[in-house]
C-alpha cells in the first residue's frame, strides 16, 4: 500500500539498475506516457564509469507546469538493483517524505539510503517479471512508477508498445503484462492529482537540449557541419548528419577538432553556413580556428555543450566553467560573440539565432549548453520557427581594387563569394588592409581592429540579449541551466515573501550589454549572481564590464551536481532578510 | 621533365620555329619583368634597371618575331609540348644564378648565358630543319641571337666581377609570419 | 559584325598586383609560375579557383594569384581546403604550402585528406627546411643537416612523403621539380584533372638557408617508368625511390568524395513532426 507521494505541482522519481537493466529505456517511457496525458516532464540520465553493465540511473520530473530543473528530493526511488548505487548519493536526494521502493532479492537497502530516513516498500520485482516468459524487471517498476505517479495504465501501455513494437508481439505482451504486474502493486496509486484531461489537441513534443541544437542551426540555414565526436556534444553531429543530407547540405567527420573548425570555416568562406559542436577539451583545439575566422571575417558557429572542467574533466557531468574559455581564450583582441542557451527548448532559439548572427557579422558565435540541457529528454510545448535566417551581406561586383574589409559605418564589409568574377581576394589571417592585403601597419591594424570591434558592438541584438522576469529590488543574474532552477526558486518564495526578486538570465553573454544591464538594473538594490561553476566566471566578467550595486552576493558551485531550487530559494530567503 | 637529354630534335615546320622563336622571347620577357620586379622587392635598384632593358630588348625582339610572322597561323602548344633542349625555352633564367644581392656582372653573365643558349638553338634548328625557308629563317634568328650575345659582352666589359663577400649581409633574414 | 573567339588564357593572366615576398632565387616563384601556367592550359575561369594555404614562405602562395584565396593556420591548410571543395565543388581547389606546414603540424591532415579523397590537388614545396622561421630541420631534412635548434643534425630520420600519401590512400601522387616549370605544369594539370585526392611533391630549393640544393638541379631525374594505377607496384617502385625521381609516380581509380553540399535547399516544415508525442 503506499501513501500519498508527492505533495505539490510535480513528482520526482528516480530509477536505478544496473547496467542492462533498462532503467534508462523505462525512464523515457514513463515520460512519454506522462507527455500522453498532457503532463510536461524531463528525463535525465545519469550513468556510471563503465561502458557496458555500469549502473544507471533515469531521473525523472514530472508535472502539470513546463519542468526545465530538477526538485530538491525525489519523490519515489525504484531501485531494480542497489550495484553501485552509492555513486547516485549525489543526484538522488531522499528525505523522510521520500519513498523508496526496492526488491528484496537484490539485497537489503544500502545503509545511506536507509539513513536519510525514507520509506520503505518492497516491491518483487524481479520474481514477478520471471512469472512472465521474457518478463523483465524493469517494466515491472515502470508500471509501478507510473502507478505511483498517477499515470493511467493506459496512457504508460500506448508509449511501451510504441518503444518496443519493433522487438515483435511477443515482447511487447511480455512487456505489457509486467508494466500490469507493477502498475497492480502500485495500488490507489494516482496519488497525484488524477489524470489531466488528454488534450491532444496541443500535442507536445519530446526531445533533447542536443536534438533541439541541431534543429535551431537546420532552421537558421546550416548546410555544412563538420564532426568530431565528443561527450556530451555528439548527438547534435549524429542528429544533424542525416538531416543536413537531406536538407541539401551535408556533414563530414574530420580527424580531430582541428580539423573540425577549419573545415566549417572554409565551407563558410565557400559561402555556405557552417558549424561544428564539441564540448571543453574540443573548444580549448578550436581556439586557434576562432581566431582565425575573426581575423578573416568569416561567419561560423561552434556549439559547445559544456561539462565539468577544467581538461578532462567530468565528461558526463554539466558544469558552467567554460564562460571564460568562450569569452578570453582567443589570442589578441578578437571580438566575437558568445550566447547561451538556458533551457532545451531555448536550444532551439539560441542557436538558430546564433547562426543569424554569425552570418549578419561574418564572426564567430559559441553557443554555449551544457550536459544537463544537452542530454535532458524534456517534454515541451510545441517549438514554433521564427524567422532567425542566416543571412550574409555578399559582394557581388566591383571595380579596381575591391576592398573586401572595407570601412564601412556598421563595420560590416560586403563578402564576395568564390566564384564571382572580379571579387577576387585572399582571406587571411594575417592582419590587413581593407584590400586585404597582409598589413603590419599601425593604420591598418586599429582600423581593422575598430571595425571588428565596431560591427560586434553597434549590433542590434534587441530583447534577446537576456530573459528578463518579474521585477524587485532584488535581482538574481544567471545564465544557462541555472536559470530554471532560479526562476523555480524564486517562484516558491514569491509565495510567502514580500520581497520581489527579478530574474535575469543572461542569454548574450559576450559582447558585453551595458546599457541595456544599466536600464534593466534600474530600481534594483542588490544582485546575486548565481552560477555552477567554482570561480565565478561570470560574475568577474561582469564585474569587468558592467555597473552592478553595491550590494553583491555571488552563489557559485561547480558541478557535477545541479543546484537545488530549494538551495537557492534557502540562499535568497536568507538574503532578503539581511 | 619535359624532355630527356640527349634527344633534342629541331626539326621545324615554319610555324613551329615561330612558335619557339617567339615563346623564347615572350618567356624572356616574363622571366626579366620577375625579375625586375624581384630587385626592386629588395632594393637591388642596379640591377633591377639591368633586367627592365632586357625585358624590353626582348618585347621589341618578340615584336618583330610576330611581324615576320604575320598571319601565319602558329600551332597552340601546351607548356610541355614545346621542344627545347633543356628543361626551359634556352633564355629562361636559371634560378640557382638569381641571388637578391647579384652584381650587374652577374646578372649579365645570366643573361649573356641566355642568349648564347638561344644562339645555339637556332643555329642547331638552322641545321636540321629541312625547308630551305625554314633553315633560313632560323639561322637570321641565330644571327640575332649572335648580335645580343655580342651586346651582353660588350655591356659585361662596362663591369667587374663581383668581390669575394658579394653576398655578405650584415642584416639576417627576417621571418615576417 | 565580327565575334571574336576569345583567346587563350595565358599564365600571366592569373598574375595578382601582389609582389612576391620570397627571395629572389627561391624555388616557389617557378612553382607559381607552373601553377599560372597550369590552369592557363586548362582554361580554368580566375574566379573559380581557391588556392588554400597555411603558414610559410611556400603559404603565401594565394595572394600571389588573382584567384579565391585563403591564408589560413599552420598546418591547416588541408581541412580548410575540404571545407572549401565540399561547399563548393563547383570550384577547383589546390591546396599549396611547405615541408613544415604540409609534414609536420599538418602531417595528422595529410593522413585523413589523402583517405577522405575529396577532390583536391595539394601541392608542397618541398625545401627541407622551414624557411619562414630562419632554418630548422623539417620533416623532410634529413638527419645530419646541422642548425641551431638541432646542432649536429636532429638524428631522426626524415619522412617520405610520396610513400605516406601512397599508402594514406591519395589517388594521384607525383613528384615535381621547381627548376622545370614546364614539366611542373603538365603534371600539375594530371593532378588538377585526375579526380579525388591529387598529392604533388613539388622539390622547390631554398635559396637563403639550402644554398646546398642548387645542386638538386643536376640531381633530379626522369622517373624511369610511366605511372602505375597499382598501388602496390607504387609502392614497390616508391621503396627504392632516390628522392629525385620527377614525374607521376601513381594514378589510382578510387572512387573521390561524393557527399558535397547540394545545389537545393530542401528543408522539410516537417522536420519538427519526428519530436511529436
Known amino acids: 500500500m503506499s501513501d500519498q507521494v508527492g505533495n505539490r505541482d510535480s513528482i520526482s522519481i528516480a530509477l536505478i539498475g544496473k547496467g542492462g537493466s533498462g532503467v534508462l529505456t523505462a525512464g523515457e517511457m514513463l515520460l512519454t506516457a506522462a507527455a500522453g496525458i498532457g503532463r510536461y516532464g524531463m528525463m535525465i540520465p545519469v550513468v556510471g564509469p563503465q561502458i557496458r553493465g555500469g549502473e544507471s540511473a533515469a531521473l525523472l520530473r514530472l508535472g502539470k507546469s513546463p519542468v526545465n530543473c530538477l526538485d530538491d528530493y525525489y519523490d519515489v526511488l525504484l531501485a531494480i538493483d542497489w550495484q553501485h548505487a552509492e555513486r547516485f548519493l549525489e543526484d538522488i536526494p531522499l528525505d523522510a517524505n521520500s519513498l523508496v521502493v526496492t526488491d528484496p532479492s537484490a539485497g537489503a537497502v544500502p545503509d545511506f539510503i536507509a539513513a536519510t530516513g525514507a520509506r520503505v516498500h518492497e516491491l518483487e520485482m524481479k520474481a514477478l517479471a520471471e512469472s512472465v516468459t521474457g518478463g523483465r524487471p524493469n517494466m515491472v517498476a515502470l508500471g509501478y512508477a507510473a502507478g505511483i505517479a498517477g499515470v493511467p495504465e493506459a496512457a504508460l501501455l500506448q508509449a511501451t508498445e510504441k518503444k518496443i513494437e519493433g522487438k515483435g508481439r511477443d515482447a511487447v505482451n511480455a512487456s505489457n503484462e509486467c508494466v500490469r504486474l507493477g502498475y497492480g502493486q502500485a495500488a490507489s496509486g494516482a496519488a497525484n492529482d488524477a489524470a489531466a484531461t488528454d488534450d491532444t489537441s496541443n500535442r507536445r513534443w519530446l526531445l533533447s537540449g542536443n536534438h533541439a541544437a541541431g534543429l535551431g542551426a537546420l532552421r537558421g540555414g546550416i548546410r555544412f557541419a563538420a564532426a568530431y565526436p565528443i561527450t556530451p556534444a555528439t548527438e547534435i553531429l549524429e542528429w544533424l548528419a542525416p538531416r543536413l543530407h537531406d536538407a541539401g547540405g551535408t556533414l563530414v567527420q574530420a580527424e580531430d577538432e582541428l580539423a573540425s573548425i577549419n573545415m566549417a570555416i572554409g565551407a563558410s568562406y565557400g559561402g555556405i553556413p557552417s558549424l561544428t559542436a564539441t564540448s571543453g577539451p574540443g573548444l580549448s583545439l578550436m581556439i586557434e580556428g576562432l581566431g582565425l575566422a575573426v581575423g578573416a571575417e568569416i561567419p561560423v558557429v561552434v556549439i559547445n555543450v559544456m561539462r565539468g572542467g577544467p581538461s578532462t574533466g567530468i565528461p558526463t557531468k554539466p558544469e558552467q566553467s567554460d564562460f571564460n574559455a568562450a569569452v578570453y581564450g582567443l589570442h589578441g583582441d578578437a571580438p566575437h560573440i558568445v550566447v547561451a542557451a538556458n533551457s532545451v527548448t531555448d536550444s532551439v532559439y539560441t542557436t538558430q539565432w546564433a547562426v543569424h548572427l554569425a552570418e549578419a557579422m561574418q564572426v564567430p558565435v559559441i553557443v554555449l549548453s551544457d550536459q544537463f540541457i544537452g542530454q535532458a529528454s524534456a517534454v515541451v510545448d510545441p517549438i514554433p520557427a521564427i524567422n532567425f535566417l542566416a543571412k550574409r551581406k555578399l559582394a557581388r561586383n566591383a571595380g579596381k581594387n575591391f576592398e573586401r574589409y572595407a570601412l564601412t559605418a556598421d563595420g560590416i564589409s560586403p563578402m564576395p563569394l568564390p566564384g564571382t568574377p572580379g571579387c577576387q581576394y585572399t582571406a587571411d589571417g594575417l592582419e590587413h588592409s581593407t584590400t586585404a592585403n597582409p598589413s603590419g601597419l599601425a593604420k591598418d591594424h586599429v582600423a581593422q581592429l575598430d571595425k571588428r570591434a565596431r560591427k560586434i558592438d553597434g549590433f542590434d541584438y534587441g530583447q534577446h540579449w537576456a530573459d528578463i522576469e518579474g521585477d524587485g529590488e532584488l535581482a538574481v543574474l544567471t545564465w544557462g541551466s541555472t536559470t530554471s532552477t532560479v526562476r523555480e526558486a524564486i517562484g516558491r518564495l514569491s509565495v510567502d515573501l514580500a520581497t520581489k526578486i527579478k530574474l535575469i538570465s543572461l542569454r548574450l553573454l559576450l559582447p558585453a550589454q551595458p546599457q541595456r544591464m544599466a536600464d534593466t538594473l534600474r530600481g534594483v538594490e542588490r544582485v546575486m549572481v548565481i552560477e555552477q561553476n567554482h570561480s565565478g566566471q561570470l560574475y568577474r566578467f561582469l564585474r569587468a564590464w558592467y555597473d552592478l550595486p553595491a550590494d553583491v552576493q555571488t552563489m557559485f558551485r561547480p558541478g557535477p551536481s545541479v543546484f537545488r531550487p530549494a538551495q537557492i530559494s534557502d540562499a535568497l530567503r536568507n538574503w532578503c532578510q539581511q | 621533365m619535359s624532355k630527356a637529354p640527349g634527344t633534342f630534335s629541331p626539326s621545324f615546320s615554319m610555324a613551329e620555329l615561330l612558335v619557339h622563336a617567339l615563346a623564347i622571347e615572350l618567356e624572356a620577357v616574363q622571366s626579366y619583368e620577375d625579375l625586375t620586379q624581384q630587385m626592386k622587392q629588395c632594393g637591388n635598384d642596379e640591377v633591377a634597371d639591368l633586367f627592365e632593358k632586357m625585358s624590353v630588348l626582348e618585347a621589341e625582339h618578340a615584336e618583330r618575331i610576330r611581324q615576320i610572322a604575320g598571319d601565319i597561323e602558329l600551332p597552340e602548344l601546351a607548356p610541355w609540348e614545346y621542344r627545347w633542349p633543356g628543361l626551359e625555352s634556352p633564355e629562361n633564367i636559371d634560378l640557382a644564378g638569381v641571388h637578391y644581392l647579384m652584381t650587374p656582372y652577374q646578372a649579365l653573365t645570366l643573361a649573356l648565358e641566355n642568349e648564347m643558349n638561344a644562339m645555339a638553338f637556332f643555329e642547331a634548328a638552322a641545321n636540321e630543319c629541312t625547308d630551305d625557308r625554314v633553315r633560313s629563317l632560323a639561322q637570321e634568328f641565330a644571327d640575332d641571337e649572335r648580335q645580343h650575345v655580342a651586346w651582353m659582352q660588350d655591356w659585361l666589359t662596362k663591369y667587374t666581377p663581383p668581390d669575394a663577400d658579394w653576398d655578405y649581409d650584415p642584416d639576417p633574414p627576417a621571418a615576417i609570419d | ?277
Not at chain 3, 126 to 145: I, L, R
Request: proline share 8%.
Open chain 3, 1 to 277: 559584325m565580327s565575334t571574336e573567339t576569345p583567346r587563350k588564357p595565358r599564365a600571366s593572366d592569373y598574375k595578382s598586383d601582389t609582389k612576391p615576398v620570397w627571395c629572389p632565387g627561391c624555388g616557389d616563384f617557378h612553382v607559381l609560375l607552373s601553377l599560372r601556367k597550369a590552369v592557363a592550359q586548362m582554361g580554368l575561369r580566375p574566379e573559380e579557383i581557391a588556392v588554400i594555404s597555411g603558414i610559410g614562405c611556400s603559404s603565401r602562395i594565394p595572394a600571389y594569384m588573382n584567384c579565391y584565396g585563403f591564408h589560413g593556420i599552420h598546418g591547416r591548410a588541408l581541412p580548410l581546403a575540404t571545407g572549401v571543395k565540399v561547399a563548393r565543388p563547383d570550384l577547383t581547389v589546390i591546396c599549396a604550402g611547405g615541408d613544415g606546414d604540409g609534414f609536420s603540424i599538418g602531417g595528422n591532415h595529410l593522413l585523413h585528406a589523402c583517405r577522405r579523397n575529396v577532390d583536391i590537388t595539394y601541392v608542397v614545396m618541398d625545401n627541407e627546411v622551414y624557411g619562414m622561421t630562419k632554418g630548422q630541420p623539417s620533416p623532410t631534412t634529413a638527419p645530419d643537416w646541422d642548425s641551431k635548434i638541432a646542432p649536429g643534425g636532429t638524428g631522426i630520420s626524415p619522412f617520405y612523403p610520396l610513400v605516406i600519401a601512397l599508402a594514406s590512400g591519395a589517388n594521384f601522387v607525383a613528384r615535381a621539380f621547381s627548376g622545370d616549370p614546364k614539366g611542373t605544369a603538365k603534371i600539375l594539370v594530371d593532378a588538377i584533372t585526375h579526380p579525388g585526392f591529387s598529392f604533388v611533391q613539388i622539390l622547390s630549393p631554398c635559396v637563403t638557408f639550402r644554398p646546398d640544393q642548387r645542386e638538386w638541379k643536376n640531381q633530379v631525374h626522369p622517373a624511369p617508368v610511366k605511372p602505375t594505377s597499382d598501388a602496390s607496384q607504387a609502392a614497390r617502385r616508391v621503396m627504392t625511390d632516390d628522392g629525385f625521381n620527377i614525374g607521376v609516380l601513381y594514378k589510382g581509380s578510387r572512387e573521390p568524395y561524393q557527399q558535397y553540399v547540394g545545389q537545393e535547399n530542401r528543408l522539410d516544415r516537417d522536420i519538427d513532426k519526428e519530436f511529436l508525442l
